[in-house]
């Protein structure tokens, strides 16, 4: 199959080459019009391209369509039609028309709104987006699209990415123009998104609720042996992960998905893909599909693809990390410093209109990879912190010190020797990943480290796009002011004054120590640890301001999106208070009693043999179980009342903060009780697969 991979790449995608194969000259030109320079499709020209579109899915073994779309869930969602169309006869006819192309009309009631409709304006409507391709899965036609609500807010998590990447095309092309560039007729983002993800047994996961029910493990104490001997990482493919990962890039190339890297993660059975960057908005849906992809593959393999943020307590949880640049139509990528970046005007002028949009909306930011089960990792010296830093790395750092203290910087190219003849010497790097950092330079785009493996990648980049829209919009105001003959001295004087301005964002050091955590206050920069915490930043009156300015998020969007963000996390930590609770009342406590049952069974029979004999080990085995037992009940009593507390609270982030601070707080106790007596029990006991059996078997 390997040999085949440019014939397999893409083969179930209505690209390009297909629809320029598929459709007359005139509708393919007017469709990548459409697609280059966001205009709207004639409805013929839409009409034609179902045509071609439906011939093309029923040629490749469809017989439905879907639009496919991505709702506050944070998952996709579909509703199949079949092309049949019932004719004289008994018969039938494939058909499918431009109407059914452009628009559909799911029901949008039972999908999260944060009450932007009722339930009696049960209506949505999805709306075909041209510049991502439609694909073929399972025999359906996926049709990328748009979701939103009978009155026309965005109910999903698309659309605000469209417009916040018409957005900053706007304003960068502006700043473009200014700076003497003539070409340039559409600025893009474009986003790699690694992905990090564990494989476990399914018949392991069958037999724990948590996994099943939360997506990771309430309960479980750790093995002799973790992650601390490095072995893992980068390591040979066990045979079982390697055909998995093979069929796995198989099925995603099919999907035009350009996968690229797969290596062994640091923690026991965790792993990593990630592929090659692509514009922003298709990035998104494939990275949505890789997920899913994962999910049904790994079941095909006997495993279970977990995509939460931490399944297993001591061991690092799972991210991803969001590659991310701005290119122009004419193929050059801003971010790239080339060989002098002193002299690169226009690069200069984008790194610091991003300084300034990370400074000044660092705490939407981080507010973009805020959920409960991202909580978990940032901060816990695996991830980066909560803290919102830029890492430039050494020459660039110069470079703007330079610039700020008017100062001559002098290029260097530092030889890297190894120290043994054979091996080759190169040029070092300009810079390198800062793991520690949550947005750091990596040589021509910055990788946004802080975003959780299981969420969708759209609402970083939505922020992350609107941001640096407001940044080169105000640089373009001040701009269009200044005399042509003297635009270079204005921009350098820009460069300077943002970059003086804003310098506390930058940080090349270890953001995991307590010293920068200090620093980080001294310089005023936000140290928003939780969920609840960070969320009513989205409503704070500069975050309104930025995106109703740029028209990404109206007013009542933005509110609808803090009331679902903020459910959403209640109702995670009440699923998981729910089924800790069951696992400690029916399979862990009664484990525990049975042992201890086993022992005093075991106790007066060894007595009744002869009074003589020493049973006090057993008894202070039974003494310390019995312990654990009541300790664990009376915390479980108490989690049971503050669950019911919770729910009774009205105000949804005063409820928030309370499931965060005291059930959150009343589930570790638990945790850390039940962990000190699980390995006290026989293994044949424990009700479930520890973490020996889940992490070291596959």
């Not at 991979?5 to 690209?15: A, D, I, K, R």
């Not at 019911?644 to 928030?656: F, H, M, R, V």
């Amino acid at each position: 199959m390997d040999n085949k991979v440019p014939e397999l790449y893409g083969s179930l995608v209505f690209n390009d080459s297909i629809m320029r194969e598929k459709l007359p000259k005139d509708v393919y030109k007017s469709l990548r019009k459409t697609i280059e320079n966001n205009t709207h499709l004639d409805r013929d020209v839409a009409n034609a391209v179902a045509i071609a579109m439906k011939e093309w899915a029923i040629e490749n073994g469809a017989t439905h369509y879907t639009h496919w779309f991505q709702p506050m869930t944070g998952y996709t969602a579909e509703k199949h039609d079949s092309f049949i169309s019932p004719i004289e006869g008994g018969k039938v006819i494939m058909e499918f028309a431009g109407k059914e192309l452009v628009k559909g009309e799911p029901d949008a009631s039972s999908f999260p709104s944060g009450g932007l409709r009722a339930t009696f304006e049960a209506r949505g409507y999805t709306a075909w987006d041209p510049t991502s391709p439609a694909f073929i899965k399972e025999g359906t036609l996926c049709i990328p699209t748009a979701f939103c609500s009978y009155s026309g807010d965005a109910l999903d998590k698309k659309t605000p990415l469209l417009r916040s990447m018409e957005a900053l095309n706007k304003q960068a092309v502006r700043v473009l123009r200014l700076l003497g560039n003539k070409e340039v007729t559409n600025v893009t983002t474009t986003v790699g998104p690694e992905q990090e993800y564990f494989l476990i047994d399914k018949a392991d996961y069958a037999k724990r609720k948590d996994l099943i029910f939360t997506g990771r493990t309430l309960l479980g104490a750790m093995p002799p042996k973790g992650q601390e001997m490095d072995d893992h990482y980068f390591g040979s493919l066990r045979p079982r992960v390697s055909d998995y990962m093979h069929e796995l890039d198989e099925e995603l190339w099919k999907l035009g998905i350009p996968a690229k890297t797969k290596h062994n993660e640091v923690a026991p059975c965790q792993h990593e893909l990630a592929p090659v960057f692509d514009t922003t908005n298709v990035a998104v849906d494939h990275n949505q599909l890789t997920m899913e992809v994962m999910k049904k593959v790994a079941d095909k393999h006997g495993f279970v693809c977990l995509l939460h943020e931490k399944p297993f307590a001591g061991i690092n949880g799972s991210g991803k990390h969001n590659n991310w640049s701005v290119s122009t139509n004419t193929g050059v990528n801003l971010l790239e410093p080339g060989t002098t970046p002193l002299e690169n005007t226009q690069f200069l002028v984008f790194l610091a209109a991003i300084i300034k949009a990370v400074d000044e909306y660092a705490d939407l930011l981080r507010l973009s990879v805020a959920s409960a089960g991202n909580d978990h990792r940032l901060g816990a010296n695996e991830a980066p912190p909560a803290i919102i830093s830029i890492f430039l790395g050494d020459e660039l750092t110069a470079v703007l010190d330079s610039i700020v203290n008017g100062t001559f910087f002098e290029k260097r190219k530092e030889s890297m020797s190894i120290g043994a003849s054979v091996l080759p010497h190169f040029t070092k790097d300009n810079t390198d990943r800062n793991r520690t950092s949550p947005f750091a330079f990596t040589g021509n785009k910055f990788e946004f480290r802080s975003l959780g493996s299981s969420a969708s990648v759209a609402g970083p980049n939505t922020i992350l796009n609107t941001a640096v829209a407001e940044s080169l919009k105000q640089f373009a105001d001040v701009l269009e002011g200044e005399d042509p003959e003297k635009m270079l001295e204005a921009v350098t004087s820009l460069v300077k004054e943002t970059i003086i301005k804003h310098k506390r964002i930058l940080f090349n050091g270890n953001g995991y120590t307590d010293e920068w955590v200090e620093e980080a206050a001294k310089r005023g920069l936000y140290n928003l640890k939780s969920t609840p915490e960070v969320l009513p930043v989205f409503k704070a009156d500069k975050n309104v301001q930025l995106f109703t300015s740029h028209g990404v998020f109206s007013e009542t969007e933005i509110n609808s999106r803090y009331e679902i963000l903020l459910e959403n996390y209640c109702k995670t930590l009440h699923i998981e208070t729910l089924t800790l609770q069951d696992m400690i009342y029916k399979q862990f406590l009664p484990a525990v009693l049975k042992y201890i049952d086993t022992l005093s069974n075991s106790v007066i029979a060894r007595k009744s043999v002869s009074a003589s004999i020493t049973t006090s080990a057993e008894q202070k085995l039974i003494e310390k179980l019995s312990g654990y037992y009541e300790s664990i009940t009376e915390l479980t009593e108490k989690l049971h009342d503050d669950t019911d507390k919770a729910e009774s609270i009205s105000d949804i982030l005063e409820q928030a903060l309370f499931y965060h601070d005291v059930v959150f707080d009343d589930m570790n106790k638990i945790r850390e009780v039940a962990d000190q007596a699980e390995p006290l029990i026989p293994e044949d006991i424990i009700p479930y697969p520890t973490y020996e059996e889940i992490l070291f078997y596959v």
